[in-house]
T-cell receptor, first 112, second 111 residues
Framework: EAQVTQNPRYLITVTGKKLTVTCSQN?????MSWYRQDPGLGLRQIYYSMNVEVTDKGDVPEGYKVSRKEKRNFPLILESPSPNQTSLYFCASSLTEDYEQYFGPGTRLTVT | QKEVEQNSGPLSVPEGAIASLNCTYSDRGSQSFFWYRQYSGKSPELIMSIYSNGDKEDGRFTAQLNKASQYVSLLIRDSQPSDSATYLCAVNGGATNKLIFGTGTLLAVQP
């Protein structure tokens, strides 16, 4: 089954404790992206990747890191999480940046 | 001006009616346009993609694109209570490689 998977689905952590949210797709897509969704603000892009080893900042990259060492994986790293990073996070992938994006199930992160 | 604008709603329609959702965008060079449906707490699900001016139909859904007016719409015929969700308009291409989302329109279909 073609899909985008994310782990974990739910995470509660404390300020400053490094964490990684994994994202994987099995559709051989070149383009992958991370979004956060907050009430009233909609979906905002954090980082995106056009292909392996090619990443760039989205609209809200501060406090996040990404890497793209393999085509299928695009992990999101929070080196020192803060409470303002409490949000619902989605990973998405598409064939290229011009095509429809398919979303993972989401990761609900709470930072206390 | 926001890059992609939608009326937040809620848009309330009776079961069986046509729901009309609208979206405007600011980047005249945009090339790709999408409608997603999102249930509360769930991930966005692609409903329609449209790339050229005119209408595109898929089952009960019709997407309409007018690039001259920078306007995209989604019509849902024979609306069902299960269509109640937030509908997100997304626009890509133009000056960036990013997919820009509107904040969504909440649709409520009344039985």
């Amino acid at each position: 089954e073609a899909q985008v998977t994310q782990n974990p689905r739910y995470l509660i952590t404390v300020t400053g404790k490094k964490l990684t949210v994994t994202c994987s797709q099995n559709m051989n897509h070149e383009y992958m992206s991370w979004y956060r969704q907050d009430p009233g603000l909609g979906l905002r892009q954090i980082y995106y990747s056009m292909n392996v080893e090619v990443t760039d900042k989205g609209d809200v990259p501060e406090g996040y890191k990404v890497s793209r060492k393999e085509k299928r994986n695009f992990p999101l790293i929070l080196e020192s999480p803060s409470p303002n990073q409490t949000s619902l996070y989605f990973c998405a992938s598409s064939l290229t940046e011009d095509y429809e994006q398919y979303f993972g199930p989401g990761t609900r992160l709470t930072v206390t | 001006q926001k890059e992609v604008e939608q009326n937040s709603g809620p848009l309330s329609v009776p079961e069986g009616a046509i729901a009309s959702l609208n979206c405007t965008y600011s980047d005249r060079g945009s090339q790709s346009f999408f409608w997603y449906r999102q249930y509360s707490g769930k991930s966005p699900e692609l409903i329609m993609s449209i790339y050229s001016n005119g209408d595109k139909e898929d089952g009960r859904f019709t997407a309409q694109l007018n690039k001259a007016s920078q306007y995209v719409s989604l019509l849902i015929r024979d609306s069902q209570p299960s269509d109640s969700a937030t509908y997100l308009c997304a626009v890509n291409g133009g000056a960036t490689n990013k997919l820009i989302f509107g904040t969504g329109t909440l649709l409520a279909v009344q039985p």
